[in-house]
């Protein structure tokens, strides 16, 4: 966690701009594995892009191109939506 | 090109509402709040009211936004935005911002903060006329707070100011229809929504955004942890409440109703209570007079809002 | 500096001048007397395209000043006007504009608070939002409301500053009563005023912004420090736009005035327009040898505590004149005046007065100086207590 500003570092009113907002990753929230994604079954139709509560699905252009497990937090609704079944959950890299 | 793929592209490369913000392991909201900002195409100020969304997004120094964003307090969300559209009305007029570009103003709110406490605000806005989207991400209690009801919480849900219990079959009370207090208020464009039937919702934001004059839109959201389901059941939850036909997607333009979704079956009322911890009690044998009830409930009202969607087209 | 003949205007009607001349580009507001003078007025010249402001008739003055700080933080010159219930229930607003930094002027008609319900004048109101951090100026007559209206743009957009500024005149006896007030000329005020600007306004969606975050036990404390140095920063500026402000109207309407102070064993302090009707006694009791005077207060937040002491240096017994009571604990003012002169060795007396629009009596006043007044003056039924 980045140290604490002291009040004389405060912008007024406190505004926060995205640039400077401190990250806070999620991952670790999921207790029951990961998604995973076949790429050869995955058509694209964007879905699990929609639904992903944590914006954790990341594209190039309109392409699938990985979960972002610094925020996934395992709610499998990804996995549920698939219409190919190109995502499927694994247990965790160690 | 495919609607979903015209979202991303309206994104222009940077998410509205990006990840690493505390919303509980998959909540319903995001996706409402993917939906619209990433059908609207151009700029946006997002004003929030207190709930979940706006506690969970901007804990300082964090923020999940990379939209302009405010949030003032629990009640007034549309009184907010009322200044910004007169704000931007103003300095318009003193051309003080660029001629060729409006900013929309979008208000997300939960039920609390549009049906109880935000109710004045919101109909003052509605009454004035201020150009803005105000979407109430409907999950029926106050959830943030630890799941209390709310004026949207249906008739014999159990929340934990309503519990159902040994003496009690849960809240006691009718859920207002806040679409009807919407549509009552003259708008360009009123709509009812659900959360999981993106493309519905994402049609009704095209029009609502280019209506000139308030938009409202009332969108059915999950919360596992309010309703009591796991989180990849929400489609098969937001499914049954809309082909239960306790939740009917419709939009009301200029007064007119039409529905935007007919089930092709209406499916008994057991298919949207079962999924749910909140209704577990209403499944009970003894309590047979109650679903009853709420059958006979829904039924009546899904009938009155097809006549009157027949009429208004027919009427045409 | 050319002087303008004056006008017989209200409170009310100087203020809306200051508002047509100030020129806001939104004003929203709700009624309730006796504000409403002023928005009605000003309602008249923004109809007449005196000014073209946009005025929005919200539903109720939460909404108002909720409506302000939208505005104001979206980039655009923002007033109000309220009074009385209409304040208290806007405070909830009224703190988080102060703590969101909005840049918000409000004139307030100070009238009493419920209940019971009374439309006519004490401070009650303004003292309900004495801690929010907002900047509360006080008016002493009609010519003082129109001046301070005109300051409290620059005071509250000042980059150090940025916070609300309410300009309080007392209702009724300011807000509904015609005087001689010195109107500058339009394009005075607005270049007294210059252009609105502040950091990164929320319709500027190049430059995206959160405001108003949730900040747990590790932040909220820094947020509440950051504010009250502000204020304390503010009283410079208010110095600061006063003397420019004399400079542009021969009229020196600053944080306080000190009347007849040199010699006086005895100095009365008071807020808003009792303030004159002391000044006319401390006249009739200086032509009677008795050494007396007045510390008028315009600034009572910021409260001008560190210059007090050196203001009332030779003293014995420093008067606190009260239009507003905290029952069960010390008056508001007198609570400041106490604790600014607590190494002073000056002996410090309070008096509560004018509650509900009770009037201030010359012979009150009177009584007052010799130390021969109940602690509630003009009350029917005596008073056993005393301070």
């Not at chain 2, 929340?159 to 079959?169: H, Q, Y």
């Not at chain 3, 190049?206 to 900040?215: D, Y």
Request: glycine share 8%; hydrophobic share 40%; proline share 7%.
């Amino acid at each position: 966690m980045a140290e604490l500003k002291r009040w004389q570092e405060l912008p007024p009113g406190g505004l926060v701009t995205p640039g400077d907002a401190a990250q806070t990753h999620t991952g670790d929230w999921r207790t029951a594995g990961r998604p995973v994604v076949q790429y050869e079954q995955c058509v694209n139709c964007l879905l699990c892009w929609l639904y992903c509560p944590d914006s954790a699905v990341i594209l190039e252009g309109t392409t699938l191109a990985g979960i972002d497990y610094d925020f996934c937090k395992g709610c499998e609704l990804c996995v549920e939506v698939c219409p190919v079944g190109a995502l499927a959950m694994s247990g965790e890299r160690s | 090109m495919s609607r979903l793929k015209t979202m991303v592209r309206n994104q222009n490369g940077v998410q509205p509402l990006r990840g690493g913000h505390a919303l509980c392991q998959g909540c319903g909201i995001p996706m409402v709040v993917r939906t619209v900002l990433s059908t609207i195409k151009g700029p946006v100020v997002v004003v929030n009211a207190t709930g979940c969304l706006e506690v969970a997004t901007t804990r300082y120094p964090t923020t999940a936004w990379n939209v302009p964003w405010l949030h003032v307090a629990f009640e007034n969300a549309a009184a907010v935005a009322s200044g910004i559209d007169a704000a931007q009305v103003a300095l318009r007029r003193r051309h003080a911002l660029p001629a060729d570009t409006e900013v929309a103003v979008v208000v997300f709110a939960g039920d609390g903060g549009t049906y109880d406490i935000g109710l004045q605000a919101l109909s003052g806005a509605l009454e004035r006329g201020h150009r803005f989207l105000f979407v109430c991400y409907d999950n029926e209690a106050y959830m943030n707070t630890g799941v209390q009801r709310s004026g949207a919480t249906p008739f014999a849900a159990s929340t934990t100011t309503s519990p159902a219990g040994l003496e009690s079959f849960g809240k006691a009370q009718q859920r207002k229809d806040m679409t009807a207090i919407a549509v009552a208020h003259h708008l360009p464009y009123v709509a009812q929504a659900a959360s999981t039937y993106w493309d519905d919702v994402s049609r009704k934001v095209q029009r609502a955004a280019a209506a000139d004059g308030p938009a409202f839109l009332n969108v059915l959201t999950d919360c596992p942890l309010g309703w009591g389901h796991e989180p990849r059941q929400a489609p098969h939850v937001i499914a049954a409440a809309v082909e239960t036909c306790f939740w009917p997607l419709y939009e009301v333009v200029g007064g007119r109703y039409s529905l935007t979704y007919e089930p092709p079956e209406a499916l008994p009322i057991e298919r949207w209570l079962e999924g749910q911890k909140r209704f577990a009690h209403l499944l009970r044998p003894e309590n047979a007079q109650l679903r009853a009830e709420i059958q006979a409930a829904v039924d009546r009202e899904w009938a009155s809002l097809r006549a009157r969607c027949f009429a208004d087209e027919k009427g045409a | 500096m050319i002087t303008a003949a004056p006008q017989l205007l209200t409170g009310g009607e100087a203020v809306a001048h200051a508002f047509r001349q100030i020129e806001p580009d939104v004003v929203p507001v709700y009624p309730i007397t006796p504000q409403t003078p002023i928005i009605q007025t000003f309602s008249s010249m923004v109809a007449d395209g005196q000014a073209h402001t946009a005025i929005v008739n919200v539903e109720s003055e939460h909404s108002a000043m909720s409506a302000a700080i939208g505005s104001a933080l979206a980039g655009a010159r923002t007033v109000t006007a309220t009074s009385s219930q209409g304040l208290a229930l806007m405070t909830e607003v009224v703190y988080i504009a102060a703590s969101m930094r909005a840049p918000i002027v409000m004139a307030v008609g100070n009238r009493a608070l419920s209940g019971p319900i009374n439309i006519h004048c004490d401070h009650s109101d303004s003292m309900l939002v004495r801690d929010s951090g907002v900047i509360q100026l006080f008016a002493e007559n009609a010519q003082e409301a129109y001046d301070l209206t005109v300051m409290a743009p620059r005071i509250a957009e000042h980059p150090g500053v940025l916070l609300p500024v309410l300009v309080c005149q007392d209702g009724f006896t300011i807000t509904h009563a015609a005087e001689p007030v010195t109107l500058l000329r339009d394009e005075e005020v607005r270049d007294f005023v210059g252009p609105y600007a502040i950091p990164q306004p929320a319709l500027d969606a190049r430059h995206p912004a959160t405001r108003g975050p949730f900040a747990m036990p590790d932040y909220y404390f820094e947020f509440r420090r950051a504010q009250a140095a502000a204020l304390e920063a503010a009283l410079d500026v208010v110095f600061d736009v006063a003397h420019r402000f004399e400079l542009l109207s021969g009229r020196r309407t600053g944080p306080y005035e000190g009347y007849r102070l040199q010699g006086a064993d005895r100095v009365l302090v008071a807020l808003g327009s009792s303030a004159g009707t002391v000044k006319d006694v401390v006249d009739e009791l200086r032509d009677e040898g008795e050494p007396v005077g007045l510390l008028e207060l315009r600034s009572f937040r910021p409260f001008p505590g560190r210059d007090l002491a050196r203001l009332v240096h030779g003293v014995r017994t420093v008067i606190v004149l009260d239009r507003a009571d905290s029952p069960g604990g010390a008056p508001p003012l007198a609570a400041d005046v106490s604790f600014a002169l607590r190494d002073s060795g000056v002996h410090v007396t309070s008096h509560v007065y004018g509650l509900g629009g009770r009037d201030l009596h010359p012979e009150e006043v009177r009584a007052v100086f010799s130390g021969d007044a109940p602690q509630y003056l003009g009350v029917r039924g005596g008073d056993p207590c005393r301070v």
